[in-house]
Structure formats: structure tokens, C-alpha cells
């Protein structure tokens, strides 16, 4: 299983960024992607997550009605769509997914995944 982000970049306040997840390997067995950011001198924390039917998005409060996850199972691509950017959005977002399912309260807990892409980095400045 591999997974890679990109589609970060420098963005003014109240911009928008497409961030998408390339991923292989990825069978039935793993049904859920999930988008986490870590900024400086914080801990990783769950954006969003999406499950292999796009039957159940879950969101954090931060990002919600600003941030839309979609997927594309042909391309074999997860996308999270960003707008309305706030700085406090700055940080190094990855994706992420794990064998098994996850019941919804934990989809957005970064200890609950065990594949990991590499990270790319937004940043929300003028």
C-alpha cells in the first residue's frame, strides 16, 4: 500500500487549494482514506475521511462547510477540495488509511491508521 499528497502550496486568506491522494495497492480491504495536518509544534489532527462508496464523509468542525472530500476510484485518487482558507490552516497535510473498517467516532484519529503518504505543505498567508 502506497500513498502520495500533493497539490500543496503558498495561498492568500480566503483562497482555495485542491489537495489530492494517489494511492496503490489499495484493495476492498482498505475502505477508508482519511486526510490529516499537522502544524508546527502541534499534534496531527483529522480533517476528513471517506469511505470506499463515498457513503460517509466525516469532517472536522474546523473544516466543515470549507473543506469537501471526494474520491475517485478509477484514478485511484482522493481529492480535498479547500476553500476559504484561514492561516490557521497552515500546516503539512497527509493522507492516510489502514486495513479494516473503523467505526465512524474514529475515523478522524490519526492512531487508528497505519499507511501513511507523504506529507504536502500548505500554507495560508498574505
Known amino acids: 500500500v502506497q500513498l502520495q499528497a500533493f497539490g500543496g502550496g503558498l495561498v492568500q486568506p480566503g483562497g482555495s487549494l485542491r489537495l489530492s491522494c494517489a494511492f496503490s495497492?489499495?484493495?476492498?480491504?482498505?475502505?477508508?482514506i482519511a486526510w490529516f495536518r499537522q502544524a508546527p509544534g502541534k499534534e496531527r489532527e483529522g480533517v476528513s475521511s471517506?469511505?470506499?462508496?463515498?457513503?460517509?464523509?466525516r469532517y472536522a468542525d474546523s473544516v466543515k462547510g470549507r473543506f469537501t472530500i471526494s474520491r475517485d476510484n478509477a484514478k485511484n485518487t482522493v481529492y480535498l477540495q479547500m476553500n476559504y482558507l484561514k492561516p490557521e490552516d497552515t500546516a503539512v497535510y497527509y493522507c492516510?488509511?489502514?486495513?479494516?473498517?473503523?467505526?465512524?467516532?474514529?475515523?478522524?484519529?490519526?492512531?487508528?491508521?497505519?499507511?501513511w503518504g507523504q506529507g504536502t505543505e500548505v500554507t495560508v498567508s498574505s
Open positions: 495497492g489499495v484493495t476492498l480491504d482498505y475502505p477508508i
Open positions: 492516510a488509511t489502514r486495513r479494516g473498517r473503523l467505526i465512524t467516532g474514529e475515523r478522524l484519529s490519526a492512531n487508528q491508521y497505519s499507511h
Open positions: 471517506i469511505s470506499r462508496s463515498d457513503a460517509n464523509l
